[in-house]
C-alpha cells in the first residue's frame, strides 16, 4: 500500500463524520421530515391548553374544558410522528391519521395549538401520504424489471406461464391472458 492509496472509507474518519454519514443513510430511507413535523405539530397542540402565560405582572391560564382531548391528540401526533421513522411502512396510515387529528384539534384543541400545531401535522402528514421509497440502483434492480421499451409494463413479465408439472402447459385455462390480449380489457363484451 503507497502513501497516495486511500484509506477505506470509515476506516481511518472521524466518528462524528462517520455518525453523520450513517444518519444521512437512515433519513433517506424513510420519511424522516414528514415524521418531524408530525413529531413537532403535537407539541403545541398538547402544550398550549396547559400552560400559564406570564405578560408582565398578569398570568393568562389557556386551561380549556377540552384539555385531556388535546393532550390525547397531542400525544398521538407524536406517537406517528415516531412511527414514521422506525415503521416506514405505515407511512399512509400515519399520514391519513396525522391530517384527521389535525383537523380535529382545531374545535378541540385552541384552534389547533393556535395553527401552529394544525399547521406543522397538515403539512407531515401530506409528505408522509406522499412519500414513496426510491427506486433500487439499476445494478440491484431484478432481471424481470430490465424489460426493454416496448416489450410491457414494468415487472410483467411476457413470457407464458409453465405449468406446476413442467410440461409446458399455461397455468391460465381460462383464456385470457396479458400476452394473447384476451383479457377483457378491450373487448365490448
Partial sequence: MSAETPAAPGHNEHYLRVFRRNFRTWRGDRPFWAGLFVLLGGFPIAYFP???????????????????????????????????????????????????????????????GFLIGFLLAMIGGAMAVSWAPAAPPAEERPASASLAKGDGPEGVNAEPAIAANGVGEPNDLSGTSPTNGANGRHSAG
Fill in 50 to 112: 396547559y400552560a400559564n402565560l406570564q405578560i408582565g405582572h398578569l398570568t393568562l391560564a389557556m386551561a380549556t374544558t377540552a384539555g385531556a382531548g388535546s393532550l390525547i391528540i397531542g400525544v398521538l401526533l407524536v406517537v406517528l410522528g415516531i412511527s414514521l421513522w422506525f415503521q416506514k411502512h405505515v407511512r399512509t396510515f400515519a399520514g391519513v391519521a396525522a391530517i384527521l387529528l389535525a383537523l380535529v384539534s382545531i374545535p378541540v384543541a385552541n384552534l389547533g
